[in-house]
T-cell receptor, first 113, second 116 residues
Framework: DAGVTQSPTHLIKTRGQHVTLRCSPISGHKSVSWYQQVLGQGPQFIFQYYEKEERGRGNFPDRFSARQFPNYSSELNVNALLLGDSALYLC????????????FGPGTRLTVT | AQKITQTQPGMFVQEKEAVTLDCTYDTSDQSYGLFWYKQPSSGEMIFLIYQGSYDEQNATEGRYSLNFQKARKSANLVISASQLGDSAMYFCAMRELTGGGNKLTFGTGTQLKVEL
């Protein structure tokens, strides 16, 4: 079975631009969460979506938004990019009833110049 | 607010030896879960072990065990018989189990290097 997939794997953007990151959960998983991991730190929670509805939001500015599609895949959008948005963006999926079976994708490494 | 503290930025261990990675946590919730993840240089977070706050026994998964001391709010990871492939970043994380949310709060990680 395929794991969580994310695209693209690497991305270079310029300050002020917009970026869209994509995530496909494991088949059957309805919950998707996004995390930002700045170099040298642990991941920080950005969003959780379940059944296309936002179920949780971390302490990130409104420049960050996300959505989940009927097939449970998800997009993370970041507007007006800042240098500080350079990070590894991780997507995780899990299925209801499995409290600890949360699987992470390989991440998208975003560099803002 | 939840907080995870990992005080060891880096650890070295010899191959085949055991190593303990420290983790302390802070939460006002009675129901929570504690996790350890391994992150190789490739970036993917690999789930290692889970401990629920109401679990009476310490969790074990193969060479990994979690030394859970609830009164001290600590959840240390013990890796037995270290292997070269264990060299990676290790993160302790916590999730509240009430409310159905899926937010994990991570520590800053410990970089483990296994030497010959």
């Amino acid at each position: 079975d395929a794991g969580v997939t994310q695209s693209p794997t690497h991305l270079i953007k310029t300050r002020g631009q917009h970026v869209t990151l994509r995530c496909s959960p494991i088949s059957g998983h309805k919950s998707v969460s996004w995390y930002q991991q700045v170099l040298g730190q642990g991941p920080q929670f950005i969003f959780q979506y379940y059944e296309k509805e936002e179920r949780g939001r971390g302490n990130f500015p409104d420049r960050f938004s996300a959505r989940q599609f009927p097939n449970y895949s998800s997009e993370l959008n970041v507007n007006a990019l800042l240098l500080g948005d350079s990070a590894l963006y991780l997507c995780a999926s899990r299925t209801p009833g499995h409290l600890y079976e949360q699987y992470f994708g390989p991440g998208t490494r975003l560099t803002v110049t | 607010a939840q907080k995870i503290t990992q005080t060891q930025p880096g650890m070295f261990v010899q191959e085949k030896e055991a190593v303990t990675l420290d983790c302390t946590y802070d939460t006002s919730d009675q129901s929570y879960g504690l996790f350890w993840y391994k992150q190789p240089s490739s970036g993917e977070m690999i789930f290692l072990i889970y401990q629920g706050s109401y679990d009476e026994q310490n969790a074990t998964e193969g060479r990994y065990s979690l030394n859970f001391q609830k009164a001290r709010k600590s959840a240390n990871l013990v890796i037995s018989a270290s292997q070269l492939g264990d060299s990676a970043m290790y993160f302790c994380a916590m999730r509240e189990l009430t409310g159905g949310g899926n937010k994990l709060t991570f520590g800053t990680g410990t970089q483990l290097k296994v030497e010959l």
